[in-house]
C-alpha cells in the first residue's frame, strides 16, 4: 500500500523560528511536492523536486526552502517562520509516468 | 501561467439530489485528474481522464473531460452523506511538467 508520511500531524512555533517540516515516501517515486492549504485558496504549490538533489520553484516558495538529499525524504524548511505562515502542509509524491499525486495526512503549522 | 478555475466554490445539497462541480483551464491540458479530501483528511485520487470527449463513470460518479481538453466536470447523482468533502481538480499541461496545476476545489455539504 502506498504511503506519504510527515513527521507530525500537529506542531506550534514561535515567530523567527527554524522550522523543518519532514516527509517521507515507501513507493520510490521520483516526483515529491510541498503544498500549502488556506480556506478558499485551495491547494498552492510551494516546492517541488523531480530528483534527488533537484528542486524547483512552485508558486509561493518566497520564505521556504527545500532538501532532497534521498529520493524517499524531501523536507520543507521555513528559515524564519512568520505568523503569516500558519497553516495547513501537505506533502505529496508521484511516479513520473501517471504523474498521480498521492499526498501525505498533512501537518498543521501554528507560528505564534 | 497557467490557471485552472473551478466552480462553484460551495454547494449545499439535500441528501438525494445531484450535485456537479466544473474546471475551466487557461491551456490546454495533457490530462486532468480529480482528487476528494474528506474533512480532516487529505486529498485522495480519484480517477484520471486522457482523452478528449472522455467520459468515466464510478458508481453515481460521472467524469467528463472536454472535446478541447480544457474543461471537465464531476457529475455525482443522488448524492449520500458520505460524498461530504471537498473536490479537486488538477491539470497537467502538455509538455509533460512534473507538476499538477489544482483547482480550488468545490466544497460539498449534504443535508440529511
Known amino acids: 500500500d502506498v504511503k506519504v508520511t510527515q513527521s507530525s500531524r500537529y506542531l506550534v512555533k514561535r515567530t523567527g523560528e527554524k522550522v523543518f517540516l519532514e516527509c517521507v515516501q515507501d513507493?520510490?517515486?521520483?516526483?515529491m511536492f510541498w503544498y500549502r492549504q488556506d480556506p478558499g485558496l485551495g491547494l498552492r504549490l510551494i516546492y517541488f523536486?523531480?530528483?534527488?538533489?533537484?528542486?524547483e520553484k512552485g508558486d509561493i516558495p518566497e520564505g521556504y526552502s527545500v532538501s532532497r538529499e534521498k529520493k524517499e525524504r524531501f523536507s520543507l524548511i521555513l528559515e524564519s517562520a512568520s505568523t503569516n505562515q500558519t497553516s495547513m502542509y501537505l506533502c505529496?509524491?508521484?511516479?513520473?509516468?501517471?504523474?498521480?499525486?498521492?499526498f501525505g495526512a498533512g501537518t498543521r503549522l501554528s507560528v505564534l | 501561467g497557467q490557471q485552472v478555475m473551478q466552480i462553484p466554490q460551495y454547494q449545499h445539497v439535500q441528501e438525494g439530489e445531484d450535485f456537479t462541480t466544473y474546471c475551466n483551464s487557461s491551456t490546454t491540458l495533457s490530462n486532468i485528474q480529480w482528487y476528494k479530501q474528506r474533512p480532516g483528511g487529505h486529498p485522495v485520487f480519484l480517477i484520471q481522464?486522457?482523452?478528449?470527449?472522455e467520459v468515466k463513470k464510478q458508481k453515481r460518479l460521472t467524469f467528463q473531460f472536454g472535446e478541447a481538453k480544457k474543461n471537465s466536470s464531476l457529475h455525482i447523482t443522488a448524492t449520500q452523506t458520505t460524498d461530504v468533502g471537498t473536490y479537486f481538480c488538477a491539470g497537467e499541461t502538455q509538455g509533460g511538467s512534473e507538476k499538477l496545476v489544482f483547482g480550488k476545489g468545490t466544497k460539498l455539504t449534504v443535508n440529511p
Open positions: 505529496a509524491s508521484s511516479s513520473g509516468l501517471l504523474n498521480i499525486q498521492y
Open positions: 481522464l486522457v482523452k478528449s470527449g
Open positions: 523536486s523531480y530528483d534527488v538533489k533537484m528542486k
Open positions: 513507493m520510490d517515486h521520483e516526483n
